[in-house]
């Protein structure tokens, strides 16, 4: 069976086709296109963004077939995104992929984006299947969910104010880095001194006990607010471009350690040996070094943590294509009145 992909619910243009005998699905094609004019705004224009996958879905499909050799005759099935997104940029690959299922005579199956960035590192490794404990960290979601089996999400916790990736974002910018700032931060902290600042970790203290409502969830406007104050000391002292690294560090830091505290509290708390990572953020190599080494510390040698590879990890059209497949073999269908949602709860 193949299953073509369709992915446009923020600002990468993307579709994959995956061929499947049985469980298991090999990634034949992915096409990735970003819209790098975002850049210049410093965030998603959401007009821009539905205008520019108008433009680009019928090339990028063409090209997902053609590197997998697939004609369209040979398509089976097609997976989309249908929410959460951006209404009008989700619109555009829904309508797509509706109309060219209905004129090939295949079926199309809505995917939630956030289950399709659970399913990305299963294509890539055939261990990272549940049960497991699965922190969610992009631009726009952060979350963290207990996932017994495929289809049955448990929200444990999210973030109660900004995403994870948009206080990357947004500290890359009191910095003046490019957005979008993730891997700017990543890179700078390489090159600075872990001593020299300490921001806040927030929602993350010793005393907190299963149930208490701050347990699991994490909020990251106050450590913006730390660096958005450091930040303008520096610039008192007219020393910000030498403390530029380290002001990065301790926002990683402080980021990192309580994701990572919380992610491996879950799987202690719900008894998982093995934890998912996914979406953009989770191309943090301190994040996810971080992770392994308390997996380790606290959960011992037999688990084992996954995370995607970067280009799994951020918007892509193989993890919906991938998440498609495991709704089309529970024969789930979706039919022309298939629409497009800007929030979609996964839990
Ligand atoms: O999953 P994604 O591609 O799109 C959304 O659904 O939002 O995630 C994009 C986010 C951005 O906020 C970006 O800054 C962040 O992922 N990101 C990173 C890194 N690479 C991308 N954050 C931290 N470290 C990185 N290396
Ligand atoms: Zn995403």
């Not at 448990?154 to 957005?179: H, S, V």
């Not at 890179?187 to 347990?215: I, N």
């Not at 992610?263 to 989770?282: F, M, P, Q």
């Amino acid at each position: 069976m193949r299953v073509l992909g369709v992915e446009s619910s923020c600002d990468e243009t993307s579709a994959a086709v995956i061929s499947s005998r049985g469980d298991d699905a090999t990634l034949d094609s992915l096409v990735i296109l970003s819209q790098d004019v975002h850049a210049i705004f410093g965030g998603v224009v959401p007009e821009i963004a539905s205008r520019a996958h108008l433009a680009a879905i019928a090339p990028v499909v063409r090209r997902a077939l053609a590197d997998a050799r697939c004609a369209l005759g040979e398509v089976d099935a097609i997976g989309v995104t249908n929410g959460p997104g951006l209404v009008g940029a989700l619109l555009v690959g829904v309508s797509f992929a509706k109309a060219l299922a209905a004129s090939l005579g295949v079926p199309v199956i809505g995917v939630n984006h956030l289950e399709g960035h659970l399913f990305a590192t299963a294509l890539e490794d055939g261990a990272a299947v549940p049960p497991f404990t699965a922190l969610l960290a992009s631009g726009g979601h952060t979350m963290l969910l207990d996932v017994p089996a495929w289809g049955e999400y448990r929200l444990l916790g999210a973030t109660r104010d900004d995403a994870a990736g948009e206080a990357f974002d947004k500290t890359a910018k009191l910095l003046g880095l490019p957005y979008p700032g993730g891997r700017h931060i990543e890179a700078l902290a390489k090159e600075g001194d872990p001593s020299r600042f300490r921001f806040p970790r927030p929602m993350l203290h010793g005393g907190q006990r299963a149930g208490d409502a701050d347990y699991y969830d994490v909020s990251f406007s106050g450590l913006k607010t730390a660096v958005l104050h450091a930040v303008r000391d520096a610039e008192r002292r007219g020393a910000l471009d030498e403390e530029r690294p380290h002001l990065a560090r301790a926002f990683q830091d402080a980021l990192v350690e309580t994701l990572a505290a919380k992610t491996v509290r879950a799987a202690v708390e719900k008894g998982r040996t093995r934890v998912v990572l996914g979406g953009g953020v989770a191309c943090n190599a301190a994040l996810v070094s971080a992770v392994r080494e308390r997996v380790r510390a606290q959960i011992g040698g037999d688990a084992a943590v996954f995370a995607p590879s970067p280009r799994l990890a951020t918007d892509n059209a193989a993890m919906i294509a991938r998440a498609a497949l495991f709704h089309l073999a529970r024969g789930e269908r979706s039919d022309l009145s298939l629409n497009a949602f800007s929030s979609m709860p996964l839990a």
